[in-house]
C-alpha cells in the first residue's frame, strides 16, 4: 500500500499501519485510555479520526474502555479494537477479555509494553503482560519492538489481517481456529523511546486498500456451517425448544416449523412468536407439563433459571444442544450426547396430538402470567353516550379508581412490563444482571426487539459502558433510525461502573437511559437459601450491601439529566418524554 512520509520514530510508524490495515478490514471504532507508553497508538488513531477513517473514543478508565469496546462490537459485529498503555492497564482490561471470550464477541486489545531489555529488571509500570489473558483470547502476539525497518510496515498490515481474522473466528486461511465463532485477540506492542513523533495520514490511500479487499468479497464463512441446512431433527418425542442468550431468531424458526413450545429467555433474540411460553419456569415444576418432555432442544446458553438446567440433567430426556459456534458447549451435568453447530426439522405433517402439546403449554403459559398481574376491577365511569355525567356515584368512583391507578407505586414487574411496551423494533434493550431481568424473563409478551446483555459470564462489571457502546454503535450506523437504547439495571450495578458516567469533551453522548431500579442494595441476594440461616446483620453487610447514594447528585456530576420514577404515573410520564442525551432515570423500588 502507498504511504505518506514516514514519521521518524519506529513506534509511531508501526502504529500508523497496524491501526491503517485494521480500519481498511472493517474496523470502525478505537476506544484509547490514554497512557506515556501507548502515546503512539493513541496519536495515530487521532490522526485516523481526523482523517474521518475511524471513530475514536477516549475513556479515562482501562475497564470502562474495554466493556465500552465489549458494547460497540455486541452491536455491530465488527471487532471494536481497545487501547491501553502497560502494566496495570492491561489487567484491568481482564474483565471485558473473558466476557467477550465467554460470549463470542470479536474484540482486539493492543497494549503497549516495555521492550525486552527493560523487562525483569523492576522498570516502572512492568509486569508480564504475554500471556497475561491466557485461555482467554484466539489469538495473541507478543511484538518486538520496531526499529524503523523497511519491511516492518508489511510486517504490521500482516499482524492486523491475523488479528482481525482471529477476532472473528477464523485463521488467515479462513479455516476455524482452536476456539470456534468470535472473541477476543491480544496484540502486545513493545515500544521503544522515542515513543512518537509526529505522522502524517493517506486517506485516499487507506480507501484504495478498502476498495481492493472489498473486491476480494467475503473472507470469512459462518463456522459450522453446512451445505444441507443443519442436522435432521426428527419429529416423534414430546419436544421443547428452550433458547438462551445468544439463541437468535433461529430457535424461534426451529421451534414454528417443528410445532414445539418455545421458552425463550428474554436476551435469546426469540422471545416471540406463536409457540412462545413465557411461564416455562413455572410448567416444567408442574405435573403434566415438565415430567412429559421427553425431549429439549437447547439454542444459546440459558442462564435465567434452575428448571432447565435439571431438565437437561433428567433421566430419560434426550437433550440436543445447538450451537453455531463457541468455546465450550452448554452441557449441564455433562449429560448432554448430542450436539450440533445448526439443525433443521425434519418434513412432517403435525397430529392432533402435537398441536395439543403445544397448545397446553402455550394456553397455560398465558393463563399462568395472566394470573400473576390481574386486571384492575373496571368501574363505570358514569358518563352516558352523550358525554354527560349521568351517574355522579359512579364517575366519583371512576375517578378515585384512575387517580389510585396513577399513584400506584412502581413495581419491578410493572417497571420491566412498562419499558418492554416502550420499546420499539429501532430501540435497544439492554438488561443487567440484577433481580429486573429475571422479572422479565418472568412476566413479559413476546415482541421481536433487540435485546441485549452481557451473560457470557451474568456478571454485573461494565454494564454502563456496555450499553454506551451498544447505544453509540446502534444510533451512528448508516442505517439508523432515531431509536433510544434503554439500560434496566439494579442500583449496585450502576454504583459498580459509575465511573463510565463520564462522558469527556469530544465523545458521544448518544440518546440513552439508564433506568435505576433503587432498592438499596443486592435484593438479588434475598433468594438465595443462605437468606434463611444467615444472621441478619451479618447477611446484610456481606450479601444485601446496603447503599444511600444520592443518584440525583451523581447524575449532576456526572452531566447527565435525572428524573426520577416513584409511581405508575411519573413512570409512564418519564417513558413518554423524549430521550435526547445521557440520562438517568431513578425508580425507587421495595426490598
Partial sequence: ???????????????????????????TDVVVAPGSRSQAIALAAAELERAELVRLHVRIDE???????????????????????????????????????????????????????????RSNQTTVQPGIFAGAVRFERDVEAPVGADDETDAAAKLAKRAYDAALGVDDRGEPIVHPGPGPVHVNLQLREPLSS????????????????????????????????????????????????????????????????????????????????????????EEGFGDEVERVVVFGHPTLSREVPALVQRSG?????????????????????RFERSVRVEPHEQTRDERAWTGRWVHASRALVAQGDPEPEAVRSGVDETGHVADFEAQRAFLKAQLARVREPVSRRLLVESIWSATWPHDRLVFGASRLIRDADRSVPGRNIRVLANRGLAGIDGTVATALGIAIASQRAPDAKPGVTRAI????????????????????????????????????????????????????????TPQSVDLSQLAAAYGWTYRRAATRGELEEALGTAVTGPTLLEVPLAR
Fill in 1 to 27: 500500500m502507498p504511504e505518506p512520509d514516514l514519521p521518524a520514530a519506529p513506534a509511531s510508524r508501526y502504529s500508523l499501519a497496524l491501526l491503517t490495515e485494521l480500519i481498511a478490514l472493517g474496523v
Fill in 317 to 337: 430426556v434426550e437433550a440436543i444442544v445447538v450451537a453455531p459456534s463457541g468455546i465450550e458447549w452448554y452441557n449441564p451435568g455433562r449429560r448432554v450426547r
Fill in 198 to 285: 509526529a505522522i502524517g495520514v493517506d486517506r485516499a490511500a487507506v480507501a484504495a486498500r478498502r476498495a481492493r479487499l472489498a473486491d476480494l468479497g467475503p473472507a470469512h464463512v459462518p463456522v459450522g456451517s453446512r451445505d444441507d441446512g443443519g442436522a435432521l431433527i426428527a419429529h416423534g418425542p414430546r419436544t421443547l425448544v428452550v433458547a438462551g442468550t445468544g439463541a437468535g431468531a433461529e430457535a424461534e424458526a426451529f421451534a414454528r416449523a417443528g410445532g414445539w413450545p418455545l421458552a425463550a429467555e428474554v436476551t435469546s433474540g426469540a422471545h416471540f412468536g406463536p409457540n412462545l411460553v413465557v411461564a416455562y419456569r413455572e410448567l416444567l415444576r
Fill in 489 to 544: 439495571i439494579g442500583d449496585l450495578t450502576l454504583l459498580h461502573d459509575v465511573g463510565s458516567l463520564l462522558l469527556g469533551a469530544g465523545e458521544d453522548r448518544p440518546r440513552i437511559q439508564l433506568v435505576v431500579g433503587n432498592d438499596g442494595g443486592g435484593t438479588i441476594f434475598d433468594a438465595l437459601e443462605v437468606r434463611d440461616t444467615a444472621p441478619d446483620d451479618a447477611f446484610d453487610r456481606v450479601q444485601y
Fill in 63 to 121: 475497564r470502562g474502555a474495554g466493556f465500552l469496546a465489549l458494547g460497540l462490537a455486541l452491536e455491530s459485529g465488527r471487532p471494536a479494537v481497545v487501547v491501553t498503555t502497560s502494566g496495570g492497564a492491561v489487567a484491568n482490561l481482564h474483565p471485558a477479555i473473558v466476557e467477550a471470550h465467554h460470549s463470542g464477541v470479536p474484540l482486539i486489545a493492543l497494549t503497549a509494553d516495555r521492550p525486552a531489555e527493560l523487562r525483569g529488571i
